[in-house]
Structures are given as C-alpha cells and as structure tokens.
C-alpha cells in the first residue's frame, strides 16, 4: 500500500558529496516521521538522520555537521545531503517513514529497498 523508493546512491571520492532522495507514494493519509539509516558490511544497520512533520531533526554523532536531512511535506519525500564524505560512511542507505495510511490506523513503519554509497578513491 506505501511504497519507499530511494534514489542517489553511487561511487564519491572522499571528501566528495552525494545527494539521497526518498520517494513516498501510495495509500497515505499523513507521513509523519521520515528517517535514512545505514548498514555496513558485518554491522548492524544504525540511524543516520531523523526528521519529524515540524522539521525537527536529529543525527547520528558520526555525521553531525557533514550530513543534512531535509523533506518536502507536499511530496512525502525526504532528502540527505552528504558532504565531506568518507570510506567509513560506505553502506547501503535505507529510508524509513513512519506512516497512516487512515486516520483512525495507527502509523507504521515503512522502508525502502537501499541505495548503496561507497566512498572510495
């Protein structure tokens, strides 16, 4: 009924920068919460950057003030703008929305399918 759809991904050089989009579509009466999260190779997948309706946000210590999480409300669709990026930020990039698709429905999680970023030189 919702559907996730990440684009962006790609190959950077350190110090390089790339930009995440994630697509929200489908049944939705309200998309709440928006957040990307990543996981490594043998890691566990871990959040990157959340933001709420209100726009306010929250980071991952790791990528405070190299990474900038946006949406647009009326497109459902969020962004990460990662710059100064580095081989530790390789991973696959997945998108999550928190969701109602009635509003008498409790909100669900949603995810993507992944992006894959490596930085490499």
């Known amino acids: 009924q919702v559907q996730l759809v990440e684009s962006g991904g790609g190959l950077v050089q350190p110090g390089g920068s790339l930009r995440l989009s994630c697509a929200t579509s489908?049944?939705?009466?309200?998309?709440?919460?928006m957040g990307w999260y990543r996981q490594a190779p043998g890691k566990q997948r871990e959040l990157v950057a959340h933001?709420?309706?209100?726009?306010?946000?929250n980071y991952a210590d790791s990528v405070k003030g190299r990474f900038t999480i946006s949406r647009d409300n009326a497109k459902n669709t969020a962004y990460l703008q990662m710059d100064s990026l580095k081989p530790e930020d390789t991973a696959v990039y997945y998108c999550?929305?928190?969701?109602?698709?009635?509003?008498?429905?409790?909100?669900?999680?949603?995810w993507g399918q992944g992006t894959q970023v490596t930085v490499s030189s």
């Open positions: 999550n929305a928190e969701v109602k698709t009635r509003a008498f429905l409790a909100a669900r999680d949603y």
């Open positions: 489908g049944s939705i009466f309200r998309v709440n919460a």
């Open positions: 933001i709420v309706s209100d726009g306010s946000t």
